[in-house]
């Protein structure tokens, strides 16, 4: 059956469906209709697209409404967050982009190296434009919470020391949470032609009728987890580790367990800010290990559930109660209060941020489609 047969009930509290109020997502602010029509109207003068995916989710972080725009333009489509992804399964993902003459980086945003090569692609990719056209528009698009900001900061960072540039560059707002971009602006990048960068809010499709797609895009940080609920994303997130078997490679882990001394009573409560990177304050030796720890702790945690589970991995009803179990252990792991009345909140809160931060390691949770590899 897989996790496509067990993602329903894993997912679903008696009739109700993907969004926790019932039914299928419908998060479409009004800003993200009035964004959709300005992009629409702009990919009509740009003169190429970047299209920026998660590494994590090729397939489900492309808005679909944008698609045959997108396809009809020169298109780089830029897998970020690299770092957080499968290295063997994303290179699979790269070679069925070019199997389709799709042009596709895997990048991490933050790190220069990474985008030069993406601008290197760019300026490959409109050398026979540059030579009769004096101003380029290169657009920068894709769904929220992708890194569309963090790579346009970096652009320009790059840019400054690359080309002269008139003005005072404006760097883009980048934050955690989905939709902070929320009008379009330009970013004159180089001169002799000129090119403009421009970037875009993270638009979604008006709503999105499939669950798993949904989950997959909660479980990235594309959609608010007050939309569809943490336990839920949870809930969805132990379904996929325990289908694939992620949490038996810790299988090392129980050794070092044994061997590690338990961390200190007295240690203050872990709150999931600390795995957030601060501008200002570099974590301490202590606060690192502090986190190590604690991932050790919920990895040796999952491994001990999973190896000792006597039931049926695709049975449904099996796989609800392993669930149910895991949250208790998790609970326990990540130091949350047993008598806390938002002891379930925490846990997930908590556990989403160590999947997102990528202490838990590298996943790529969209499976490669078919296509010929010898192409």
């Known amino acids: 059956m897989g996790v496509k047969g067990l993602v329903k009930k894993a997912v679903e509290v008696g009739e109700m469906g993907f969004n926790k109020y019932g039914g299928a997502i ?117 769904v929220p919470n992708v890194g569309k900001s963090a790579l346009i900061n970096s652009i320009h960072q790059i840019a400054s020391t690359r080309f002269p540039v008139q003005e005072k560059m404006k760097r883009a707002t980048v934050g955690p949470l989905p939709g902070v971009t929320q009008d379009i602006a330009g970013y004159k990048i180089a001169h002799q032609p000129s090119i403009y960068v421009l970037d875009t809010p993270g638009v979604l ?73 601060k501008m200002k304050k570099l974590p301490n030796a202590s606060d690192l290990l502090y986190v190590k720890d604690l991932v050790r702790e919920v990895q040796h945690a999952l491994y001990v559930t999973l190896s000792e589970f006597g039931g049926n991995i695709e049975d449904e009803n099996d796989m609800e109660c392993l669930i149910e179990h895991q949250f208790e252990v998790l609970q326990k792991a990540l130091k949350i209060p047993h008598r806390s009345s938002e002891a379930r909140l925490m846990v997930s809160k908590k556990f989403l941020t160590l999947f997102r931060t990528g202490k838990l390691g590298s996943f790529v949770l969209d499976d490669v489609p078919e296509f010929n590899r010898e192409s």
């Open 26 to 142: 419908n998060w479409f602010p009004g800003h993200m209709a009035a964004a959709t029509r300005a992009i629409r109207s702009r990919l009509k003068l740009s003169d190429l697209v970047i299209e920026v995916r998660d590494a994590r989710i090729p397939f489900s972080s492309a808005n679909q409404d944008l698609q045959p725009q997108l396809s009809a333009k020169r298109r780089i489509i830029a897998l970020n967050k690299k770092d957080l992804a499968n290295t063997n399964v994303l290179n699979k993902w790269v070679r069925y982009f070019d199997s389709s003459n799709q042009d596709c980086l895997p990048i991490n945003a933050h790190s220069r190296s990474s985008v030069r090569k993406l601008l290197d692609l760019v300026e490959f990719k409109l050398k026979e434009v540059m030579s009769r056209e004096p101003t380029l528009l290169v657009m920068v698009v894709g």
């Open 205 to 277: 499709v008006p709503n999105i009728p499939n669950i798993e797609t949904g989950l997959k895009l909660a479980l990235a940080g594309s959609v608010k987890d007050s939309v569809v609920g943490e336990d839920r994303i949870v809930q969805y997130l132990l379904t996929v580790l325990n289908t694939r078997g992620s949490p038996l490679h810790w299988k090392h882990l129980t050794k070092q367990m044994e061997e590690t001394t338990q961390i200190s009573e007295d240690k203050p409560d872990y709150n999931p800010k600390d795995l957030r990177p």
